[in-house]
């Protein structure tokens, strides 16, 4: 079993929707959640990072985790065109394999 | 530099022939990473050095890939015998040294090499 797991499947919704990304994890040691951004031919980039359960918001970025379930979830509020990418979920070392978004004006 | 530096950009070889990829980190990070991300997948953890020394070697797929970081800057990903499978981006990484084993390890990346064998 991969550390991080991401349905890798992509996804395209009409500007200004929910999107909502979900990762689940395997060791109950891991207490920081990251998610990267990924443009095309680009590295990725730090979105924002949690600690432990709960939720952290930044502008129209919400990120949540529940340990519990071993599951975190990043949600993007009125999606916009420049927020088409692929996402990526992470936690210590590991990643998982991605979502491509197309935000479709 | 302002951010991660990895050269070349783009390296074409053919199968069996020796590569070296550089990696020039953010000055003042002690921890460097190196990835590999294929088409479609997310980064595949490699190496991660903390300082000079290698504090996590356990993603390195077989003998042909060796990593070193002489002087705590710089890093070398060097890979022997290339085969065809080793076609990949290779990304490297640092950051400020993590506070725990499961701590934050906040990357930044660069942009990538991206290795084609043929």
């Known amino acids: 079993q991969k550390e991080v797991e991401q349905d890798p499947g992509p996804l395209s919704v009409p500007e200004g929707a929910i999107v909502s990304l979900n990762c689940t994890y395997s060791?109950?040691?891991?207490?920081?959640f990251m998610w990267y951004r990924q443009y095309s031919r680009k590295g990725p980039e730090l979105l924002m990072y949690?600690?432990?359960?709960g939720n952290k918001e930044d502008g129209r970025f919400t990120a949540q985790v529940d340990k519990s379930s071993k599951y975190i979830s990043l949600f993007i509020r009125d999606s916009q065109p420049s927020d088409s990418a692929t996402y990526l979920c992470?936690?210590?070392?590991?990643f998982g394999k991605g979502n491509q978004v197309v935000v479709i004006p | 530099g302002a951010g991660v530096s990895q050269t070349p950009s783009n390296k074409v070889t053919e199968k069996g022939k020796y590569v070296e990829l550089r990696c020039d980190p953010i000055?003042?990070?002690?921890?460097l990473y190196w990835y590999r991300q294929s088409l479609g997948q997310g980064p595949e953890f490699l190496i991660y050095?903390?300082?000079?020394?290698?504090?996590?070697d356990s993603g390195l797929p077989n003998d042909r890939f060796f990593a070193v970081r002489p002087e705590g800057s710089v890093s070398t990903l060097k890979i022997q015998r290339t085969e065809r499978g080793d076609s990949a981006v290779y990304l490297c990484?640092?950051?400020?040294?993590?506070?725990?084993?499961?701590?934050?390890?906040?990357?930044?990346f660069g942009a990538g090499s991206r290795l084609t064998v043929l």
């Open positions: 949690t600690y432990s359960s």
């Open positions: 060791n109950s040691a891991f207490q920081y």
């Open positions: 990484a640092s950051s400020l040294p993590s506070s725990s084993s499961s701590g934050a390890n906040v990357l930044t």
């Open positions: 992470a936690a210590r070392l590991a």
């Open positions: 000055s003042g990070h002690t921890a």
């Open positions: 050095f903390q300082g000079t020394g290698a504090a996590d």
